[in-house]
């Protein structure tokens, strides 16, 4: 929703300010570690590597922007910050979402080293899904009608349908993949598939509560607004630095099983020798 | 041309300004990508990877210009993006495609693998052709003369001829090299054949139809522009993004063909023991 930034007190401004810059911090440091770090792992998983470095990447990206524009949104004034009367672009949100949301999916199926006939349609429907999900959440997030049973509403059960589509297929359709492999392997991809749950539906959860309890939670209070702001960072946080971290360890677990030992690699500048 | 900008609603602004953000962010991952997965091909299609790559570093930097200039152009007042006065500059886009468009022309020839003394000359041809197109272009979308039979449709009409020469030289001289290929590497490159059509196509609509139209799509309404920037945008994510992701799979394709697998793929040290 386009609305009203409230005036915040320099401790609120400032934790949400901490929490972005934060942020931008952790994702393009994440990136440099997944783009070196993908050398340790066997050639056939540097794929989902290099996915969870473009995720980072374009979070760091939308990061960097959303701190600037929280910057220009507000001023300090005789001690305490008051909307400058820019808008407070929370709509990154949104274009980081379309961008890195099917990349996660995306990353999860690589990783677990299906065939190639099954790797395929599976990204593709799971991709395909997750960006559903997110155009279907946007007319809702940018409506000014935010009732239970309004836009906001309408728009919020429509993109839930690809939501609990996603789960299921997690859930269930790739339930015996994960439990085939080795009980590591297992225990970690189920650990992938947990953070992605508990993560993303934080999206939901932040998004019902002002509209089924509009009194006890108004959408536009300085607290509302920085612990929205703040929920969200953490969530991103973790479903992106620490879920790529998570894929490192299947990919690296799954690499010593088939076989691959980086510590056995040989130099580039010994090969010529 | 160079025309007044006309006062847009927050949603008509944030839309073009998203969209401009969310090309910066998929030309800069797209980039990354290409550059990390140029070594998922054989060594003699990686120099048209790093073509892709080049293309999306150039058109990042321009939306980022882009994004810049159309922020500067536009003011919120009193709940309304009024016009600053300062110039949005949309000749960024012809800077843009005077080196890109050429790339991407020449990024096809190189993905097809033809021999050493006709991918040269080819290449050249078609790269020369696409830069005259683009500037023959330019004067008439300058131009203060908007009629159809005047400054405007004189360089549009001149820009025309080296867009259908090129588009003859895809469909019918590159017919037979693109039949020589196996099934799947044919139908790749039809398609990539295909999306260079479509995308370089909506240039030509966009740019005659307020000249053929002038009533039914004034140049200066909050419609038009907000129609015409988004519609520009999309077609160049598709063009040069979702283009090189065909290229990609089309080098991937042609260097399993003929023996180059990722996943056995020998670490640079031991390759030589």
Redesign the interface.
């Known amino acids: 929703m386009?609305q009203e930034l409230p005036t915040l007190t320099p401790g609120q401004y400032s934790l949400v300010f901490n929490m972005f810059s934060f942020t931008v911090a952790t994702m393009t440091a994440s990136f440099v570690f997944f783009?070196l770090a993908?050398n340790n792992v066997?050639?056939?998983y540097r794929?989902s590597m290099?996915v969870s470095?473009?995720v980072v990447?374009?979070a760091g990206?939308?990061y960097f922007?959303i701190t600037s524009s929280w910057e220009a949104a507000y001023a300090l004034q005789n001690g305490m910050y008051q909307p400058t009367?820019?808008?407070f672009?929370d709509?990154?949100r949104?274009?980081?979402w379309?961008?890195t949301v099917p990349l996660l999916t995306v990353e999860l199926v690589l990783v677990m080293g299906l065939p190639k006939n099954e790797r395929g349609p599976l990204a593709a429907k799971l991709g395909f899904l997750a960006a559903l999900m997110i155009v279907l959440g946007y007319p809702g997030e940018?409506s000014e009608n935010a009732a239970l049973f309004g836009t906001r509403g309408l728009w919020g059960f429509l993109s839930t349908i690809p939501f609990v589509w996603i789960l299921y297929i997690l859930f269930t359709q790739l339930g015996d993949t994960i439990q085939r492999q080795s009980s590591r392997v297992s225990t970690l991809l189920g650990n992938a598939r947990l953070l992605l749950l508990a993560t993303w539906g934080f999206y939901p959860i932040a998004y019902m509560i002002p509209m089924a309890f509009p009194e006890a939670f108004p959408s536009n209070t300085p607290g509302t607004i920085v612990a929205l702001q703040v929920g969200y960072t953490i969530a991103d946080v973790l479903a992106k630095a620490g879920y790529g971290v998570l894929i490192y360890n299947i990919a690296k677990a799954k690499s010593e099983e088939e076989g691959f030992n980086v510590s056995e690699?040989?130099?580039?500048a010994?090969?010529?020798a």
Chains 1, 2 share one sequence.
């Open positions: 386009l783009v993908r066997a050639p056939k794929i290099m470095a473009l990447f374009i990206y939308h922007r009367g820019e808008l672009n709509a990154y949104y274009v980081d379309l961008l940018v690699m040989v130099e580039p010994t090969a010529s």
